[in-house]
């Protein structure tokens, strides 16, 4: 992998030139009417578009303004923060346990993934050691609530799309999960259930059992998704080299998570660099070939990774559950933590990619600085480059698949 | 801090307490010599053990630095991470009006894909971690982005929160709050301010 | 229709004392309402059978609530949208505005004139009824473009230009594929090409050659297309654009448009099953044309184009949406070609068989 420093900044619409040109068909059409406009008498004006921040497929209050040739997206710049909440600030405001919460809050699909990775930087901050079972219950929710995050991604790729009869039948599924989740935290899309030094609750035989029924019904409904999108012809020419993000472009760009995998990078923290437990676990991590359809690095692959990490994700699971240890849930831990001076970046692997925590503590019960580093931020930014010569479907197919959550980008 | 020691067949004491004298980590020590080597006069610090191990650079010498470190082949560092800054004011007497730290997480996927990792027994995050100290009235970094585009977002969002003045790029302008927002609100020494545009603003600790 | 009323004037004392010119009037002005009121009903229907397929499609209920399972939603519904604010962009052209849906909605139900519901069911009996319909359902487009337009949205132009480029380039393998009826027939006649299909079920046109059998699903793809339904609901994708060209339309215009819609689907099955499913007939060689039988016949073209009502509703919820640019692809080059290959190897039919 190389990288051609950016030589030039040409400004279009405030927007950097692309590192690499897109690679999309419809560039070439953008080309051709280009050519074909060149010299004639007609004249033809661009079109300023405001796509949001109460657009149907912005996944959220993004905002991108995007210029137009017709159907063509000539270019575009994406304008964020209208869903800023300060988590940073707050961090810096509240004590450890006070924070937690707040944390919850940026990728809001994916809650439990969320408080993972803030516990497991202030466990290592403070010196905690998590309880065994604490970490496999840990485990399991991380993954159901992956499993509830994906089916998720991808049913709301449908109705981008323009099929809404997949995000109905996914939020089936879904809904059964978070019932899951609601049982052991008491809240649906918010849980504060990991804690710090272990979890709130511990799960009991039936939850268990429910939890198999659930991992059971999402197997079994994958092939049913598949049906009417993966396999679907006309979502294969809508997603088939469509918004190809090579490698390179890619890892420039911070984009991690399946989009990262979808441009052929086998890299997965869960199994490259673990926290938690997850080196106890077997699992594969797919990863984008051609052999599929379409090209490595475009729509299509970033939804094929989605469905195959969900079966992983349910795969890992069912370890987790077979294994799970009698135990303790929660450490011990002081009234007020405070951890001692130092710093930890922590990165998991959250259903969007990778989350980072980096934490300064200076020796009192709040945090110096926290910074917190959303998957989504660094993954949005990557449409810049490449949704440029696209058509509007084609943007809208793009956002869609990199599966952005707005919270977690304005954090 | 707790009791509960992790059982004895646990391969990783999960979140156990890293000692901070710990090993030396070879990839900051061998970032610390390339740079040494490359750059003259571009590390200040080098700290090649404990839990953060990292590399002290000048602000003049940060753009040299950082595509050394990119382009090495033994590093081939293609992912800036995460850009963060800290505010010292307070923490560091010694600097007189304070300091404001800029931190790169630097990440090499390149070497991290590579079978080489897969086979080895040892799997770590592998940052190299370069910061950079300028003085917090003179917060002025040169920018990466033209190493790696992905720094762009960030150091606007630094810009934006912290008040990092990051040279040589173009529209270095807020990101996430809106453009007539006072000051940099991550900064120590920011006061909430009484109201925005009529709306009242209660600070945390009530006013 | 003159004929009809002219039975009527002879046939009854009271009438024969009526100036003709008054009968007549009379007689047009309440078929037409019967037409409209009869149309319009369906049309809420549709929108109600819509609403219940795709929840059952979706693995949820439906509307069930507002009459016998919910079939009288459609007038809730009407009576929500009629109290809803009309709200007028400010700056939207106010004529234009305003008189668009109501074009979009003539194109449709003028078509209805020459359709025939049933055995001798015919509001006008036109000999060119084929060529009618299709024309007059142009008119639709110019009152889109009309509502996109006047809207002076930037969203509603783009669903506009959509609805122009699409719509009127799938006119040309909608019209095309329906004439390979039309040239085996030998006639535009709407009753007279229905007729013809009289008998066993093999009488219907698509069973009777390979090309009307090609035709007919490039036909119904056609009229998929230039319903504007999934998937090639583009110009109002409401992932993309929106909701197109109605963006900024509230209230009883956005109804108006809603109902446009849904006559609009009623009218192509119609046509599909008066061109080629055998009309009125029932697929067994019984006369429908007296009494009891017209109406029998009037069901028997109604079930049939529920059955093609349903098949569109049902493709609607289970695909994704095709792209501007393959809208485009397939129609210039897989329908087009397509249906002028079926209407020449019609034309030959007819050449070497004398036509049947």
């Known amino acids: ?411 | 801090m707790s009791d509960a020691a992790a059982p004895a067949n646990s391969p990783t004491p999960a979140g156990a307490p890293a000692a901070d004298a710990g090993p030396r980590d070879p990839v900051t020590a061998h970032a610390a010599r390339l740079v040494q080597a490359k750059v003259p006069g571009a590390v200040v610090e080098v700290v090649e053990t404990g839990r953060h191990p990292f590399l002290r650079i000048t602000a003049e010498h940060l753009v040299a630095a950082c595509l050394v470190l990119r382009d090495d082949p033994e590093l081939a560092l293609d992912c800036c991470h995460l850009v963060s800054a800290v505010d010292w004011l307070g923490k560091t007497p010694a600097d007189g009006p304070g300091s404001i730290e800029v931190v790169y997480h630097l990440v090499s996927y390149a070497k991290k894909t590579s079978a080489a990792y897969r086979r080895s027994a040892v799997k770590n995050d592998g940052f190299v971690v370069l910061r950079v100290r300028v003085p917090r009235d003179k917060p002025e970094v040169p920018s990466v982005m033209g190493v790696w585009v992905g720094a762009d977002w960030h150091e606007r969002e630094m810009w934006d929160l912290m008040g990092v003045k990051f040279t040589d790029r173009p529209l270095l302008r807020r990101i996430l709050l809106p453009e007539d927002w006072p000051g940099h609100p991550l900064r120590k020494d920011w006061a909430y301010p009484v109201e925005y545009h009529g709306i009242p603003i209660i600070p945390p600790e009530g006013r | 229709m003159k004929s009809f009323l002219d039975g009527l004037i002879e046939g009854s004392a009271l009438l024969g004392a009526v100036p003709r010119g008054l009968v007549y009037t009379t007689g047009i002005l309440l078929a037409c309402s019967g037409v409209l009121l009869l149309v319009s009903l369906f049309a809420g229907e549709i929108v109600w059978m819509e609403r219940r397929i795709s929840g059952r499609i979706q693995a949820r209920i439906g509307p069930n609530r507002v009459g016998p399972q919910g079939l009288l939603q459609f007038l809730a519904d009407g009576v929500k949208l009629m109290a809803k604010e009309d709200v007028i962009p400010s700056s939207a052209d106010r004529l234009v505005f305003l008189i668009a849906p109501y074009i979009v909605f003539t194109g449709v139900f003028a078509a209805f004139a020459a359709i025939p519901l049933g055995a001798g069911l015919v509001p006008a009996n036109l000999t060119f009824g084929l060529f009618y319909v299709l024309a007059i359902t142009s008119v639709e487009v110019v009152g889109v473009i009309m509502a996109g337009w006047a809207s002076n949205s930037k969203w509603s132009i783009l669903g506009t230009m959509r609805e122009v480029a699409q719509v009127i380039s799938y006119e040309m393998p909608l019209a095309i594929s329906a004439l390979t009826v039309a040239v085996l027939a030998g006639s535009l006649n709407l009753t007279e090409i229905v007729d013809q299909q009289q008998g066993w079920v093999w009488q219907w046109w698509v069973f009777r050659s390979p090309a009307t059998f090609v035709g007919f699903f490039l036909f119904f793809t056609a009229a998929l297309a230039a319903l504007k339904r999934a998937p090639f609901d583009l110009p109002e994708a409401e992932s993309e654009l929106v909701a197109g060209f109605h963006t900024e339309y509230t209230g009883f215009r956005f109804a108006i448009f809603f109902l446009a819609e849904y006559a609009g689907m009623f009218l192509f099955s119609v046509l599909t099953v008066v061109l080629f499913f055998g009309g009125w007939h029932p697929g067994v060689p019984v006369s429908l044309t007296t009494g009891v039988g017209r109406a029998l016949s009037f069901l028997v073209l109604f079930a049939k184009s529920v059955f093609f009502i349903s098949v569109m509703i049902w493709i609607r919820w289970s695909l994704p949406r095709y792209r501007v640019d393959k809208v485009m692809y397939l129609c210039y080059k897989v329908l087009l070609p397509w249906s002028v290959a079926a209407m020449v190897v019609a034309a030959l039919q007819v050449l070497l068989t004398g036509g049947r």
């Open chain 1, 1 to 411: 992998m190389s990288h051609e420093p950016v030589p030039s900044v040409p400004q279009v619409l405030g927007v950097v030139a692309p590192a690499v040109p897109p690679v999309v068909d419809a560039a070439d059409l953008a080309r051709a009417l280009e050519e074909r406009s060149m010299g004639q008498a007609l004249r033809t004006e661009e079109l300023v578009v405001n796509m949001g921040p109460q657009h149907p497929s912005t996944h959220g209050v993004l905002r991108v303004v995007i210029k137009t040739d017709g159907e063509v997206v000539t270019a575009l710049q994406p304008h964020i923060g209208n869903l800023h909440r300060c988590v940073e600030k707050i961090g810096e405001s509240l004590p450890y346990y006070q924070w937690l919460p707040y944390v919850d809050r940026m990728d809001y699909l994916a809650a439990i993934n969320n408080e993972h990775g803030a516990c497991i930087a202030i466990e290592r901050l403070a010196g905690i050691v998590v309880p065994e079972r604490a970490e496999y219950i840990r485990v399991i929710l991380a993954e159901v609530q992956r499993v509830a995050s994906h089916i998720f991604a991808m049913g709301v790729y449908g109705l981008d799309t323009g099929a809404i009869t997949p995000f109905l039948h996914t939020f089936r599924e879904r809904e059964r999960g978070l019932d899951l989740l609601d049982h052991i935290a008491g809240g649906r899309l918010l849980y504060h259930v990991i804690r710090i030094g272990g979890v709130k609750r511990d799960l009991s035989p039936e939850w268990i059992d429910e939890c198999h029924a659930f991992l059971d019904a999402v197997e079994q409904r994958l092939p049913e998704y598949n049906t009417l999108l993966l396999d679907n012809h006309i979502f294969q020419e809508r997603t088939c080299n469509i918004g190809v993000i090579p490698p390179a472009l890619a890892v420039g760009w911070g984009v991690t998570g399946p989009a990262l995998r979808a441009s052929g990078v086998d890299w997965d923290t869960r199994r490259d660099a673990p926290y938690g437990i997850y080196d106890r676990f077997q699992f594969d991590v797919p990863i984008a070939h051609s052999g599929v359809a379409g090209v490595v690095g475009d729509c299509f692959h970033r939804h094929w990774v989605r469905f195959k990490e969900t079966e992983q994700a349910i795969r890992i699971a069912r370890q987790a559950l077979r294994d799970l240890p009698p135990g303790e849930i929660q450490a011990k831990l002081p009234k007020t933590l405070k951890p001692p001076k130092g710093e930890v970046y922590v990165r998991v692997e959250n259903p969007r990619g990778e989350l980072a925590y980096w934490m300064v503590a200076d020796g009192t019960d709040k945090a110096w600085r926290i910074r917190c580093r959303g998957p989504s931020f660094s993954n949005i930014g990557v449409m810049t480059d490449v949704a440029r010569g696209a058509l509007i479907a084609d943007l809208v197919a793009l956002m869609g698949s990199l599966d952005i959550v707005l919270g977690e980008v304005d954090r």
